[in-house]
């Protein structure tokens, strides 16, 4: 089965792991501030504070902007659960904010709706998490400027958007949010195996991020609440969590970051394919705006279900059959059975619902080859010909 993702290992990056491995530092070590780094440059932040997946890095983000109980975060229901869930570890309460039909992303009518009808009711969220769907940018400056008009703090779950750009600056660079949320995981555009990174560029939340990773430990001296009794002393001040990356996956991210421009101009170079290829098929091709530039993390398509006449789960299942590994991005956060319990229910998010219906994520990945991706488009082409005709 050809995957929908796939993680790039060069020799090179094996090389960097394999000097961890003989040096004397496994965790903790210098390889950690070396890949945070990097990271900061790539995105132009001040600050990166890695950690040990992009789940732990949104909670530690919301943790840090104060999200609590009796308080709630904003996200787009199109996404991972994680993006809404970072809330609950917080004790706080979640709801979601509709999306754009073509882009996935979050709405910015919906939202500019949505905080009028909160601010009169008193209600508006401490957070707001818009996510970079598939890695094309949210309409960043109207969502900031939003926000920034009634108080509610920024993340941006960039999970999907590394190395993806928005009016002259990549995300990440912290002109419209006071974090940034990055993944690592296998399936992303550059990888630790597992891992994650926030970035900010606030020096009081890079401190406080880089405490409730390590349980809450201090022992920077402006921090102690008392004259330390020895070199030996630290402080827990507060409940953290052990959220560490090792120097061993730090490593890899900072060789696979090296190659990160290549990684962006192959996806880039097989999305242009595949809106070629395409063309004419009864679907719509992702996204694209003229002012930001994708990562292309994921290649989604929406079928026309009218023109194809045939539901997307047939598509679904006649591409796997012959050995293309489609997915589906993303069942409606809303909609599974932990959020149902919680009030929500069909209908709540029309457009993020309908996009659901009809979406297929196409395999895309750096090491992908020009004859595999003819063959998903000619396995798609067959499957759309016979289900018009049918
Ligand atoms: C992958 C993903 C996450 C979680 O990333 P982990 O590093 O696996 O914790 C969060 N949000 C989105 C949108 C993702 O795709």
Redesign the pocket.
Known sequence: MLPYARQNVAEDDITAVAAVLRSAFLTQGPAIPRFEARVAECCGAKHAVAVS??????HLACLALGLGAGRTLWTSPN??V??ANCARYCGAEVDFVDVEADSGNLCVAALAAKLAAAAAANRLPAVLVP?H?AGLPCAMAEIAALARAHGVAVIE?A??ALGANYRGGPVGDGRFSDCT?L???A??IATTG???VVLTNRDDLAAHLRRLRTHGITREPHELTAPPEGPWCYEQVELGFHYRLTDIQAALGWSQLARLPEFLRRRRELAARYDSLLAGLPLALPARRSDRESSW?LYPVQLDLGRCGRSRSEVYTTLRAAGIGVNVHYLPVHLQPYYRRLGFKPGDFPAAEARYAATLTLPLFYGMTEAQQDAVVAALHAALRREESA
Do not use: Q
């Open positions: 997946s992009a789940t732990a890095g949104l996404t991972f994680a993006s996510v769907f779950d999970a999907h949320v993944s690592f995981h399936v992303k597992e891992g994650g993390h």
